[in-house]
């Protein structure tokens, strides 16, 4: 009897030591206070494998105490709510949804911002469109910036959810970080109808870093890209290096090139290219201004030049004295310059093509300007 007694003493003694509720508790959300911000300076530093390792290790700790993290979101501590929230965001458990949801509706800010974003992170088709449909438009920038960055994760190229045309418009955000996200979500969507909104939008905008993404974006898009090439091209002269990167690269992979990055060498390709189509050998009514195949016959079409009655205005001539380059008509004559009276003879004139809108915009052959939102046919400068 006298050996049990120590026994029990220790058992009691184990009991008395035992963690509450509430110290695992705060031990869960001292931890998730811990890794919030190393998870954000990995994203940051763009650090792949570091993030990897952040993102595991708190799935780890959410998935051991789910419960408890989702308690969370009903603390009277705004900040721990706010903790619970980027939690649970890792947990892919479809119990996450609904709490994520009523704390997207929280009148913080703040809460708002991590519930919405963690909505998105959990990837799971429970997630529901209307969370997010309504947060795009928050009076909080940082709330519209938290569910674009959410929906990187719960969209796909196949699924945007009804939710494109509100992407788009934010890029028109008055803030840049917004614009920007959402170029970056455009440019994992790659959808068609992103095409003429990047280039009247994210091409023209006022930040470099978001010329530079939108180049990006229609990189991604590749040869479906192809009316883009002006603006494109033009922007090789941006002054800054980054935007001019990403031209360079959405160029090659639009057109499916290995140029270098000079201005002068896409130029001078884009304006033979204009002289040019591709057309079917077999159905002469098929003609496309990029390489394909004709869809009636499924045969690769041949470039060509285009047919002369579409570039007559193109090559102006003149009747020009031999003497006298100066006395030109545009019949046929003879010099009016006294003792001279040659015949003049028929020449081909050396001509600029000018931009009606931008007059700096010249080539000597016929093209369209290059100019982010123009895209006009040159014109002979007079």
């Not at 189509?277 to 002469?284: A, E």
């Not at 470039?303 to 004295?321: D, I, K």
């Amino acid at each position: 009897m006298r050996r049990m007694i120590p026994a029990v003493l220790l058992l009691a003694a184990a009991c008395r030591s035992a963690p509450s509720e509430e110290e695992l508790s705060e031990a869960v959300f001292a931890r998730l206070a811990e890794h919030f911000p190393r998870f954000v300076e990995a994203y940051a530093a763009q650090d792949p494998a570091a993030v990897a390792r952040q993102e595991a290790e708190i799935a780890r700790l959410v998935g051991a105490h789910f419960d408890r993290v989702r308690a969370g979101l009903a603390s009277e501590d705004l900040e721990r709510r706010a903790l619970a929230a980027f939690g649970l965001g890792f947990s892919r458990n479809p119990a996450a949804v609904a709490p994520l949801v009523e704390a997207s509706a929280h009148p913080e800010g703040h809460l708002r911002a991590r519930a919405i974003v963690a909505l998105g992170m959990l990837g799971l088709r429970e997630v529901p469109a209307d969370p997010f449909r309504k947060l795009l438009d928050d009076p909080a920038w940082e709330v519209r910036l938290s569910a674009v960055h959410g929906l990187r994760h719960l969209l796909g190229e196949t699924d945007d959810r009804g939710l494109l045309p509100k992407i788009l418009e934010k890029l028109e955000d008055p803030i840049m970080d917004v614009r920007n996200e959402t170029l970056i979500l455009l440019r994992k969507l790659r959808r068609a109808e992103t095409l003429e909104p990047v280039r009247a939008r994210g091409l023209k905008d006022a930040d470099p870093t978001v010329r530079a993404n939108a180049a990006l974006v229609l990189a991604a898009l590749g040869p479906a890209a192809k009316p883009a090439n002006p603006q494109l091209i033009e922007l090789l002269r941006d002054e800054h290096t980054k935007v001019v990167e990403a031209v360079w690269i959405a160029l090659n992979r639009i057109n499916e090139k290995d140029f270098d990055r000079s201005y002068a060498t896409w130029r001078d390709w884009y304006e033979d290219e204009m002289q040019h189509s591709y057309r079917c050998p077999d159905h002469k009514e098929v003609e496309r201004d990029a390489p394909g195949e004709c869809p009636a016959c499924m045969k690769k079409l041949e470039r060509m030049p285009r047919e002369q009655s579409r570039r007559v205005e193109s090559v102006p001539t003149a009747y020009v004295c031999p003497d006298h380059p100066e006395v030109q008509t545009a019949t046929p004559s003879r010099c009016g310059r006294a003792g001279c009276g040659k015949e003049l003879a028929l020449r081909k004139l050396e001509v600029t093509y000018v931009c009606p809108d931008h007059p700096e915009v010249q080539t000597s052959l016929p093209s369209r300007c290059g100019r982010p939102g123009c895209g006009r046919d040159l014109i002979p400068k007079k």
